[in-house]
Every structure is written in C-alpha cells, then in structure tokens.
C-alpha cells in the first residue's frame, strides 16, 4: 500500500463468519445455500406472533472452538441481547446478538507479512443472527427472502493493530485459513460465508490518539479490502492534510471505481435500546466442556507446518506456504504419504500447481494417487524435470495417467552414457564452431550442444549427465 | 423530568409511531407522570446475585438437525403483498448496519 | 337441579365416561349458552360452531367405538385471543391483527387438542393484554356477568366473564401483572398464574417475555387443577419452559391444611386496598384458621416499588415484542403509503390503540441510550430485591395471603387516566415480578354484592400447596361462585 509520509492507518476488522452448521441458530430450518426464496423458514425465524427462539448447541460449539483456536479466554457465562431497529429484512424487528457478555475475548492471530510476524489482537468473539436478503426490483419496491434470516453469524472483533491493506489481507488469510482447519465454515467470501467491515482511522505516526474512523460495510473479498483500505487511507489523509475533518461515517466501496463513497449521514445515530434477551437462558460453560473441545480441536496451522517440514524432510518455508492453505496441505499429504519422494512433491506443488490454480483457493483436479505416481517417476529419474512439467500440465488439463503416457508414449529419460555419447559426438560434429569456441574458454557454448541433443530426444535426454559428457567430449578435442 | 412534544416525536421516530399535536400534547403531559411515578424504583438498595431458588434449567441448546415443518404458501398466507415466492414493499434506504 | 353449564368439570368428565350425555349434546349446549347470552356480553371475539360440533362428534364416535379417550376428551373450552389455534383468527384484541390466521398452534392448544377438548372459540382481551378492565379490546368492551354496568377486569376479561356466566367451563388466559387473578377475583371465578416457565408460551403472542404466563380459568379449584396438569410441563419450543417433572396438580387435593403458615403482608394491607376488600380477605384468614392453619404477619418492604418497576419492565419488554408488527409479512397494512417508513407507521399507527402506544412510547424511553440505567437497570433491580424479599418472607410462611385488587369490579369509564387504572395493580404485579405461583379464588362479596378475590402465592412450582390450600377454603364453605 502506498503510504503518506508521516501518517500512518489504524485499521481494524469485524469479520462476520457462517458456521456451517446444519440448522438456523435459533430454530431448526436448514441453512442449505440457494433455496427457493421463502422455503426455509418458519414462524421463529419469520417473527410470527406467539414464536420463541431456541438455541442452536452446535452455534456455540463451534464459537467456542474459534475461540480456543484464536487463543481467546471463553467466558464461562455469556448472554443474549436484543438489538433493536426496523428494517425490512429484519423480522422480529430486532436482532438477537451479544452485547456485553460475549462467549470469547481477548485473543490473538500471527500474521506474516513478507519477512515480518506480527501478533493481531482479537477484542471478542461472539454470535448472532443473520438478516434476510432484500433485492431491490425495477418497479421501485424491494423483495424480501426471509431464508437467511436467523443464519448463525460469528462475528470476530480485531483491535486495531493492523497498519496496512497487506496486514489487512494476511490478517484475513490467516483467520481464514485458521477457521477453515478447525472446520467451522466453508469462509467463503463470494457466497457470502465470510464478510469483512472495515474500521479504519489515520494519524500521525508516533501519536497513541486514534483518529475519527470509517467504517466500510460487507466487502466480499480479499482483494477489495485491500483496495477499499488503500483508497481510504490516502482519501483521510488528504484531507486532513487540506485541513478538514474526518466525518465519522459509513462508506461504501465500489469496486468499479476503487473508491469509497458516503452513504446516506443521518441526522440521528440508531439507538439500538440492547437489553438481556428474556427467551433465552444465558449461556453457562463448564471446564468440563470447554477442555473437552479444546482437546479435540484439529491441528492448527503452525503445528502442521512444523509436522509437515519434519515428516516430509521440506525446507520450513516450503513448508509454511503448504501449510498455509489447509485444501493445499490436505492434498500435499495424500499426495506425499503415496511417493517415497515428497520434495518433489513440494517442488511441483510450489512451483507449478499453485500457479495453475488461479482461485483464492487452492483446489486441485489431479487425484492425489497419480500425483504420487508423477512424483517417483521424476524422484527416481524415469523422467526428467522439464518432462515431468509437461506431464503434469497434462495431467491438470487433460487427466491422463502418468504412468502410461510415459510407457506408451516412450517418454522417459535417456540415461544410457553409450547412447547419449553417441547423440553428444554426432551433435559436437553438427555444431563444429561451438566445439572451437569452447576450446577457446568460451564454456557457454557447451550448453547449445546441450540443447541440440535435448531437441533431438525431444527433451528425453538427462540433462545433468548430458551436460558432463558434453563438457568431457568438448575438453577432448 | 420534563418530557417535552419534541421527546415524544423522537421515541415516535424510534418506534414507528405518528401522533398529531394534540396526541403528542396529551402524551408528553401523560407520560410525564407515568415517568415521576416510575422514578420511585431509584431509591431501591443494591441487590447483589441472584437468589438461590432461581437456578432453572442450564444450557437448554438444541440439537442441529433440520426439519422444514411450513411451506412457503402457508408462511406466506398472511403477507399483504407477495411476488413470485418472495414478500414486497416499497423500495428500502440503504441500510446502515 | 344444576343445567349442564353449571356443572363442574370434575363432573362432566364423569358424566361423559358414563355416557350419560355426549361430546355433542355438551358442545351444544355450551354454544347454546354462547348464543344466548354473549350479543349482552360480548365475552367472545370468534364462536366456531361448526368446528367444535365437529369435534365433538368425533369424541363421541371413538367413545363409541370402544376407544380409550384422554383425560379431557368433549370438554369445551375457549382461549384468550392471544394464544394462537391453527387456522382460527387471532386478533390479540386489536385492529392490527382484525384478519390474522395464524399457520400454527400453540404448544398448550396442540396439548388440549391433543387430550380431547372442544375449542368453542377465542375471548375478547385489553388489546395485546395491556389494561386491566377489557376497555382497551379495540372491537368492544366485555361485560361483568354479575354487573353489567361494570368492567369484567382485563386483560382476560372475556375468559373470566365466559366461565363466570356459564359459556364455558374453562378457559386459558393469559397473566402478565394479573391479568388472569383480577378478572377471576372481579368475576368471582378462579384464575392461576403458574409458576414462571411452568407452562410453555410458545404461540402465546408475546407482551412482557419475563412476565407472560398462561394458565386455566374455571369455576372452581379442582377443575383448576385438573386443566393445569394438562397444560404444564417442558416444552423443547419454548427454551424458558422448566424440564422439571410436572406433579399431579391434583394430587394434594384432599390433605387437610393444619399447620401450614400463612403470611399476611402488611404492606397490601394499607389504606390504598378498599375497606370491604380487606374485611374480606381478613375474614378468609380467619377461616384459614379455623381449618388448622397459622396466621403470620409479615413484610415485603420492596412492595413499594413492585408497580413502577413492573411498569417499566413490561413496557420495555412490549415495545421490542410488538415491534414485529409492521405491516410487512402479516397483518394489518396501510392503504396509503409513499415509502417503507411511511408503510410502517401509518400500519402501526392505525392498527394500535392508544394505551398500547403509550405503554411501546414508556418502553422506548425506558431502553433508551441515556435512561436505560436510571430506569431499566434500577427497575431489575428493584425486581430482584422483591425476589429476595419473597424468599425471607417463604423463610417463616409457607405461602402469602393478599387481596387480588384494590376494589371490587368497578364501573366502565370509571378509570379514564393511565395512572390510575395501572395503580389497580399493586397486589399483582409482586408475584409476577418474582416470577412465584398465584393463585386467585372468590372469598367474599361487598356490600353489593360484587365478589371479591383473595389471591395465594406460593415459592415457586408450589401450586399443588395452592390448590390444597383453595380446595380446603371451599371445603370450609367459601370459595364457589354462589357463596363467595
């Protein structure tokens, strides 16, 4: 991100996650994705006359286990509020969260942000329900689809510790990715599982004061936080440094322009009147529950890219960018427990599928059991490295089988020194100048003889023992 | 505390109500004495937990399993106006929150 | 000889069994009492005659099959029309709901649906359960069947008027700071308020959540008791709905009331009460005592404050509950309107009467950023400090004795100003705060013979102790509607 001498961002983030859970968080209709509008919905969620909310168990159970993974203490009683307003996807007109006894506080994230660590702070987890989704139709008037309505919602508070549209981004993968090890959502931010509203305020460095913020609402993805940050970054900046105030407001982004726009400024702030939900029974957790789920809590990040280094003999930084993205990690170890030649596995993964897949996540079409049989072909020098490329790229587009193509299609390494000293002496013998010019100290020409024969096998030649009886048949002469 | 016509149009505000300017008179003089005669709740003492009868059930969660119990004609059935599945108003205001 | 309709539950269902009339010709005759007197007054909202004959007629063909029937099976009953039955309007007594059918039924009527009774029909109400005199029902006033120039008490007014005049044998009405107690004590019939979370209120359309409580009304103690074990009992639809193994109410019924400690409050005592309600409730002590059982004088010091907090709680608590009502997805929805805001004030400005409006205008300023602690958070308070008080008093009594109102019945028009009817409130709205069974019974009459109620508090889920103690009043020769 580009930055103003002297000024630095103060971000912070509220990220609101769907638990994948099966049901609503206070009534049982099913949360599946894409129904036809009003089908899954019922007199709780509608907000009929006489219905009461009950709570969803797994809500809590899986707020709880982002807590413990976030490094949060879990408070043992918490509480349910209502926050009140009228809006027309809001039924009961008021929103059932949590408001001064969240389930989680006081935790921390480690973010990377090129060669640096750095620990963000995380204020407060707590839970609450989703509203439903209106379109606004061409006649002027809005529809109301009431299916989201009551969708559990985490909602995951940072302190302001962030500085940058990159630490924004970092902060983002790494919970991410953290939520994704621990299974409690799909976080997917263009279906809508994952939302980021952005808080963000600008001062002088060195100053302790935070300056007004801004509040930017429901960015779904991680590309236009980082722009949305950017933009507003240099927009308060430049005010400030005209003189002017910053308005504390909510903002749109616009992702066609990369800028962020006022919304509506009222002349009134919502008084939202919280107080205790009297429906519900607080929440009371016991050691008992809260250990037993910290006991099963999965491998976090950190622990798998230790495990993965060791297990898998990689090089700690491979290994942390494997470990990074838990589809990618998943797939490297069904790949790497079927080869007895792992690094190459890394190599491949690093070097070549991560670039073939061009989504936020990694997924790959290649079942990792081709893979593997990919990998000990290249580990155990059946093929070459610019074969095994070629193969691989074939086996992403097309899904052939390895194996069979190198059998049927006689692709594997010449590593025959009588052959390839023959293929070497009649290449020298074409190529007489590179021979002389090598004599005269120019070694460089070895490598055309080099790449002569690595035509004429069609790329099947071992490179490294071509070179050397190239570089021993040239120093004869 | 005085409770003013401009008190009375602001919880109006909040609570989607409109009142003409004799409701809003009648109402700030009504609710003025029903405040004076609430304020007696101040002079109670400190109440410190819960008393000890008061323990009901913890923890009354449910299991997450789904049931569709309504349909949608039936959830719909009271709704003034409907289009194609989905209930409809006149054009909402960007939400703030 | 007694007709039909003045028989006691207890007898129908024994009358049935031995098939000495039917389901039907029951219903009939109810619906015949129903059709007679209710154009006077005004007891009911919606009569389904086609419905419960059919039900009814249902009853007797499994009874006549040989079957074995539930405990209530051709019992008529009616519901206050605030507790939702599947498919039957439901208007909460106000213009907003006039057309509302609602698509479910709530977890008490599936019950008695369930254990055979015959819904006649839903009772007018103070409009949302907000009033204490059936005044403020938005569609008409319902009468006194012992005076018709005077209020049935409210909000339950009409259910305590349908069973008082012989409309029915019982009703379920619902209590938030005696909405239940006072009209049976007006109406000289028996009203309970069960213990907080005893009965569920899933598709009890909600006023006060903390408060709301729904409970049976009927002509005397044991048929009180019999619809309450019917009714009670956990709920997995109503989270506050207590998993505690539900007693037979009836169980104690016959045990004799020696020893038991009785605790009059001082403080409900005072001049504020009528001179004619205190004799009476002073003279019930004494038949208490006759029976064996101990009269202790007590205090409840925080009483003082039991009605402005209760004031404060339940309006905070309905201007969230009704703020659903928007005109959107069900209900009463403006003609005119430019814009959404305008769709839903003019729809709630419309279809709300005037006392519910001031009671959402209270409950906003009470939650309100700035007052929320000065009011709010005082008045749980305050509710807590009554609670303790409850329990030092159940220390040395096992149960409270106290008028259920200032007054006997009073006259329609009589109480114009808010403050003013709200005050009637005072010997309810303690228990209901602590959340603590009452039960409300006839235990005299004034000078004109308009009844007077007693009302008996129990710690919590001690209604069997309550009904015991109401049974033995009535043994000892009070407590029925004709010796007051």
């Known amino acids: 991100m580009k930055t103003v001498d002297g000024y630095e961002a103060v971000i912070g983030l509220e990220v609101h996650v769907e638990p994948s859970t099966k049901t609503k968080i206070f009534c049982s209709c099913p949360t599946t994705f894409g129904a036809p509008p009003n089908t899954q919905v019922c007199p709780v969620c509608m907000g009929l ?45 008021y929103q059932i969260s949590q408001y001064d006894e969240p389930l989680c506080a006081g935790g921390w994230i480690e973010i990377e942000t090129g060669e640096t660590k750095k620990r963000i702070g995380i204020t407060r987890i707590h839970i609450e329900e989703d509203a439903g989704k209106l379109i606004h139709d061409e006649k002027n008037g809005t529809l109301i689809d009431c299916n989201r309505c009551g969708v559990p919602l985490i909602e995951i508070v940072s302190e302001p510790d962030l500085r940058s549209a990159e630490e924004a981004e970092a902060y983002l993968r790494a919970l991410r990715n953290t939520l994704l090890y621990i299974g409690v959502s799909d976080c997917k931010m263009n279906e809508g599982s994952m939302r980021c509203d952005v808080n963000l305020s600008v001062r002088k460095k060195g100053e302790t004061a935070l300056g007004t913020r801004t509040e930017m609402k429901n960015i779904n993805s991680f590309r236009f936080t980082s722009r949305a940050i950017a933009y507003e970054y240099e927009r308060q900046v430049a005010a400030l440094l005209r003189g002017e ?156 089988d390895p194996v069979a193509a190198v059998r049927e299609e006689r692709l594997s ?58 570089e021993e048949m040239l120093g004869k002469f | ?63 997450d399993d789904p049931e569709i119990a309504f349909s949608r004609d039936e959830m719909l059935a009271a709704a003034p106006s409907s289009e194609d599945g989905f209930i409809a108003v006149p054009r909402a205001l960007a939400k703030e929150d | 000889m007694r007709t039909l309709t003045e028989r006691t539950l207890a007898e129908h269902i024994a009358a049935l069994a031995a098939r000495a009339y039917s389901a039907e010709e029951l219903t009939r005759a109810y619906l015949d009492a129903v059709v007679r007197k209710d154009g006077e007054l005004g007891a009911f909202l919606t009569v389904l005659p086609e419905r419960s004959i059919a039900a009814a007629r249902r009853i007797d063909s499994r009874r006549a099959a040989g079957e074995k029937l539930p405990s209530l099976a051709g019992l008529p009953y009616a519901l206050k029309d605030n507790i939702c039955a599947k498919g039957v309007r439901m208007t909460c007594g106000s213009r907003f709901l006039e057309n509302y059918i609602p698509p479910y039924s709530a977890h008490v009527a599936e019950l008695l649906e369930n254990n055979g009774a015959v819904l006649l029909g839903k009772l007018n109400m103070d409009e949302f359960g907000m009033g204490s005199s059936s005044e403020h029902s938005a569609f008409h006033p319902t009468k006194n069947p012992l005076a018709p120039d005077r209020v049935p008490g409210g909000s339950s007014g009409g259910c305590a008027a349908a069973v008082a005049a012989g409309e029915i044998p019982f009703a379920l009405g619902s209590d938030t700071g005696g909405s239940i107690r006072q009209p049976a004590a007006f109406c000289g019939v028996v009203g309970m308020k069960p213990t907080w979370g005893a009965v569920s209120r899933y598709g009890l359309t909600a006023f006060a959540s903390s408060l709301d409580q729904i409970g049976p009304i009927t002509g005397d103690v044991r048929d009180n008791a019999l619809i309450l074990n ?172 106290t008028p259920v109102a200032p007054t006997a019945a009073f006259r329609f028009g009589e109480k114009r100003d808010p403050l003013e009817m709200y005050a009637g409130d005072v010997c309810t709205v303690p228990a209901g705060l602590a959340g603590l069974p009452a039960l409300s019974m006839p235990c005299g009459k004034t000078g004109e013979g308009l009844p007077v109620g007693m009302q008996l508090i129990g710690r919590r889920f001690s209604e069997p102790l309550l009904y015991r103690l109401g049974v033995a009043f009535e043994r000892e020769g009070g407590g029925t509607r004709e010796n007051g």
């Not at chain 1, 070497?424 to 002389?436: F, G, Q, R, Y």
């Not at chain 3, 928007?326 to 805001?341: K, P």
């Not at chain 3, 009467?353 to 959402?360: C, P």
Request: aromatic content about 8%.
């Open chain 1, 245 to 400: 105030r910053i308005v504390q407001q909510t903002r749109r982004f616009d992702p066609a322009t990369g800028r962020t726009e006022t919304m509506r400024i009222k002349e009134e702030a919502d008084d939202y009147r919280y107080f205790p939900e009297p429906d519900l029974e607080p929440i009371t957790l016991s050691d008992a529950y809260i250990e037993t789920l910290r006991g099963a809590l999965p491998e976090l990040p950190d622990a798998r890219e230790r495990r993965i280094a060791e297990e898998y003999g990689l090089p700690r930084k491979d290994a942390a960018l494997i470990a990074e993205d838990k589809a990618a990690a998943d797939w490297y170890e069904a790949v790497a427990k079927k080869t007895e030649y792992p690094r190459a596995a890394a190599n491949l993964l690093l070097g070549d599928l991560f670039h073939m897949n061009t989504a936020d996540e990694f997924s790959s079409p290649i079942d990792p059991g081709c893979m593997a049989a990919l990998c000990t072909l290249l580990g155990d020098g059946t093929v070459n490295n610019p074969t095994a490329k070629k193969l691989l790229e074939r086996m992403y587009r097309d899904g052939i």
């Open chain 3, 230 to 401: 019917a009714i009670a009992g956990r709920d997995a639809r109503d989270a506050t709905s207590q998993a505690r193994k539900t007693p037979d109410y009836t169980a104690e019924l016959e045990k004799d009331v020696r020893g038991l400690r009785l605790g009059l409050p001082k403080e409900i005592f005072g001049e504020a009460i009528d001179a004619e309600v205190r004799a009476a409730v002073r003279n019930a002590a004494k038949r208490f005592e006759k029976a064996g059982a101990e009269i202790i004088e007590i205090s409840l010091p925080s009483i003082a404050y039991a009605l402005a907090a209760y004031y404060i709680i339940s309006s905070a608590e309905a201007s969230s509950n009704l703020a659903r009502f928007d005109g959107v997805r069900y209900g009463r929805r403006a003609e005119e309107y430019t814009d959404l805001t305008q769709l839903y004030v003019r729809s709630r400005s419309e279809g709300f009467g005037d006392e519910v409006k001031r009671r959402i205008l209270l409950g906003t300023f009470v939650l309100s950023s700035g007052y929320y602690d000065a009011y709010y958070k005082k008045a749980q308070n305050a509710r807590l400090v009554i609670k303790k008080d409850f329990e030092s008093a159940f220390g040395v009594c096992d149960c409270l004795l």
């Open chain 2, 1 to 63: 505390m005085k409770i003013t016509e401009r008190d009375v149009e602001k919880l109006a505000r909040l609570a989607m109500l409109e009142f003409d300017e004799k409701e809003k008179r009648t109402l700030a003089e009504e609710m003025e004495r029903i405040i004076a005669f609430a304020q007696t709740v101040a002079a109670t003492g400190e109440a410190r937990e819960e008393p000890a009868d008061e323990l009901g059930d913890r923890n009354v969660w449910r299991a």
């Open chain 1, 413 to 470: 390494q010449i590593r025959d020194g009588e052959t390839l000293g023959r293929l070497v002496a009649e290449a020298i013998a074409a190529n007489p100048k590179c021979a002389s010019d090598f004599r005269n100290g120019k070694t460089a020409a070895a490598k055309t003889i080099v790449g002569a024969v690595m035509k004429s096998t069609g790329g099947r030649a071992d490179p490294a023992l071509t070179a050397r009886l190239t």
């Open chain 1, 49 to 93: 006359p006489g219905a009461l909310p009950t709570l969803n168990g797994k809500v809590v159970e899986y707020a709880v286990r982002a807590g413990l993974a976030l490094n949060c203490g879990i408070a043992r009683r918490s509480g349910h509020d209502r926050k009140n307003y009228f809006y027309p996807d809001l039924p009961k007109a």
